[in-house]
């Protein structure tokens, strides 16, 4: 009985190996992890990369891996941006590899130039290691709503619109320099990819919103959460915003590695919320929690983010799963859990 135990759960295992290896960079962050968490949910072997460099960046990774099946497929690897070249061990033996990782920093700490160069040196850096695996057959890079909605234009956008590099650094709004490294990256690896024959992709989720496994609040979660409550936060008091459920975004990456005809950018957005209908929400859900009514919020200047166009992603046959009620229901008791509320 024991043997026959043993080989049902060998014969479990090479299925659940069966979809191969795949690397995911910046494995720690809100989109990564729960990437990394969706992938061995999927049966794939998932390396992932975390900065161990330095004491100060020192990561908790218990979280990642306590994750069902990460045990037997998943592997924690070092490697930095700063050091394009250190990525070469988790991307080895992979067929491929997903491009989550990206510096942040909206505290304006370090020159915009200092923080655009680390993204596209680190981005370069990896997709050279993809080349050299030969193994390596798609590559899907993260990219963000913010290398697209800074164009001055109103109407909804789509793959063409890109943010203006220009306008950002003379108007500097709040997250500038992480707009322009985003919308240079993207750029700089789908012509990587174009030049050398490597088959790139590349994802633009709007305000990723729902639960998270990562320790820290995620800023996206922070940031609509601040929207749902009526609270002015670093971006300002936002009226209306499009939004994604994060599950949807882990599935749309692994849909882009999977699905042969995928090419160029794609679009993630599910739905344009909003202040007026997030509130309803909020209320009717969590009645204890008072948004502030709509009256008192006319005489404030409010900000309103343009949507982005999914069609492309919808045409290729990818389905969003979650609608806002369940990005919120979602993201508030996973905050309650954690204590953050």
């Not at 099946?69 to 070092?78: E, M, V």
């Not at 394009?84 to 130039?113: K, M, Q, W």
């Not at 709040?174 to 993207?186: I, N, P, Q």
């Not at 209306?240 to 950018?265: C, W, Y």
């Amino acid at each position: 009985m024991n043997q026959l135990w043993l080989d049902e759960e060998k014969k479990h295992q090479k299925m659940e190996e069966s979809k191969g290896r795949v690397c995911v960079t910046g494995g720690t962050g809100f989109i990564g992890s729960w990437l990394v968490k969706r992938l061995l949910q999927d049966g794939y072997s998932v390396n992932t990369t975390v900065r161990h460099n330095s004491v100060e960046h020192r990561k908790d990774v218990s979280f990642l891996k306590s994750l069902p099946g990460a045990s037997q497929r998943l592997q924690i690897l070092s490697a930095d941006l700063n050091n394009p070249e250190s990525f070469g061990a988790a991307i080895e033996g992979c067929s491929g590899v997903f491009h989550v990782a990206t510096p942040v920093d909206f505290e304006l700490r370090e020159p915009e130039e200092v923080v655009t160069k680390r993204s596209i040196d680190g981005a370069l850096g990896i997709l050279k290691a993809c080349l050299n695996s030969k193994t390596v057959k798609r590559v899907v890079y993260t990219s963000s709503v913010s290398a697209v909605i800074f164009n001055g234009k109103e109407e909804m956008m789509d793959e063409c619109s890109w943010s203006d590099v220009d306008y950002l650094r003379a108007s500097k709004p709040f997250g500038w320099s992480y707009a322009v490294s985003k919308t240079l990256t993207e750029k700089t690896v789908l012509e990587f990819g174009e030049q050398n024959e490597l088959d790139v992709v590349t994802l633009t989720p709007t305000f990723v919103f729902g639960p998270f496994i990562c320790s820290k609040l995620p800023s996206s979660v922070h940031a609509t959460l601040n929207f749902a409550f009526g609270r002015k936060g670093p971006f300002g008091l936002i009226l209306e915003t499009p939004m994604v459920h994060v599950e949807d975004v882990a599935r749309a990456h692994i849909f882009l590695l999977e699905q042969s005809n995928a090419k160029g950018r794609y679009n993630c957005s599910q739905c344009l919320v909003t202040y007026e209908r997030m509130s309803e929400l909020v209320y009717a859900k969590y009645p204890k929690v008072q948004p502030p009514n709509l009256d008192s919020l006319k005489q404030v200047e409010g900000i309103k983010i343009r949507d982005l166009c999914s069609k492309k992603l919808i045409d290729a046959g990818f389905v969003f799963n979650y609608g806002v009620e369940k990005m919120i229901d979602d993201a508030i008791e996973c905050c309650q859990e954690k204590g953050y509320l």
